[in-house]
């Protein structure tokens, strides 16, 4: 039984039970004492019981900082996850102690972030710290539950389904084409993303030891996914890798992700393309290739998507040309 009393002014709960750690609470009121002990009591009556006591000396930003230096380094992520850690290490919210890191605080946040950043920024900036409590709890003994289980993440925006035009794509490449000071490896590098529907990495990443011309592809010992696959090239890929300088070893493109993305802005200020971003010639290529390839499981294999759900983000039919099929 639960022992209760009043003691300058608040109410303090003390449970003991044997075989467990004893637990004191305080509270403004007697009727959330008994509330507290009760949950506890039921607890240890279930076999559920942990005590969380030892939390209270634990500060979020002590579990961040321990993740960041020993599990972060481990991940291809790192850079990232490491970026969103010290964004949160300067938030108020890592002060708080682990007990009371409550869903209400971690809601409070997610709110506040939501006035400045979109949805997505918050999914991923969650999602990180329930990796990190949730870690906390399997491999450094953290008694207290995750509090971001029981906190809504909002909801998925929907993805991008801009498209390069073929008007807008000559008009593109024109603007590309390497006079005066603008690099020569611009063009080929939009022209093979359009053809291949290849990730801006793994198109920065590909190496001449790595491509077969004769085979038609390329070996990726490394993708987003964190497995290694191979590309095929169609004939027009061929062509745009055989005007490039060749070279028995090293990158085929030897350009840094800052140059492409500023040469890319600034060609489609030039060509007058509104919102396009890179990463849409993926979604263009993708389109194009589902045409060729009309068996998901091969275009898949072209694109690299491990599941049809990611690839049924990039593939945006046209509805006049489904019509056709039609008859």
């Known amino acids: 039984m639960a022992s209760i009393r009043q003691r300058s002014g608040v109410w303090q709960a003390q449970v003991r039970r044997f075989g467990y750690p004893s637990e004191v609470k305080s509270f403004s009121s007697k009727a959330e004492a008994q509330a507290w002990s009760r949950a506890i ?29 020993e599990v972060s380094p481990t991940k291809r992520s790192e850079k990232r996850e490491r970026q969103t850690i010290q964004f949160i290490l300067r938030h108020k919210m890592a002060a708080y102690s682990m007990e009371k890191l409550t869903p209400a605080v971690v809601a409070s946040y997610r709110d506040e972030r939501l006035k400045t950043v979109a949805p997505a920024t918050i999914i991923r900036e969650l999602s990180i710290l329930s990796s ?3 870690h906390a709890r399997k491999e450094w003994g953290l008694p207290t539950a995750n509090p971001c289980a029981l906190v809504r993440k ?7 389904t801009r498209l390069l ?24 590098l939009v022209l093979l993303a359009l053809e291949t529907a290849m ?15 004769q085979a038609q592809t390329v070996l990726l010992p490394m993708t ?36 492409v993305n500023n040469c890319f802005v600034d060609a489609c200020k030039r060509a007058k393309i509104v919102n ?29 998507h491990q599941t049809i759900q990611m690839l049924k983000r990039y593939y945006h039919p046209k509805a006049e040309v489904l019509a056709q099929k039609l008859g």
């Open 41 to 69: 009591e039921a607890a240890m009556d279930q076999g559920a019981y942990q005590a969380t006591h030892s939390a209270r000396n634990i500060l979020l930003s002590d579990l961040l900082q321990r993740y960041g230096e």
């Open 132 to 134: 990190v409590i949730s």
């Open 154 to 160: 909002p909801s998925t925006p929907q993805g991008r």
């Open 165 to 188: 035009t073929v008007d807008e794509e000559a008009r593109l490449i024109a603007e590309l084409q390497p006079v005066r000071r603008r690099s020569p490896w611009m063009a080929p």
């Open 199 to 213: 990730r801006r990495g793994e198109l920065l990443s590909m190496r001449w030891e790595n491509v077969n011309l």
């Open 224 to 259: 987003k996914n964190g497995t290694a696959r191979v590309v095929p090239f169609s004939r027009k890929a061929v062509a745009v890798l055989l005007t490039l300088p060749y070279a028995e070893t090293g990158p085929v493109f030897p350009l840094s992700y800052m140059v």
């Open 276 to 304: 396009l971003h890179f990463h849409d010639l993926r979604h263009t290529a993708t389109s194009k290739l589902a045409e060729k390839l009309p068996n998901v499981i091969e275009l898949a294999a072209v694109t690299g």
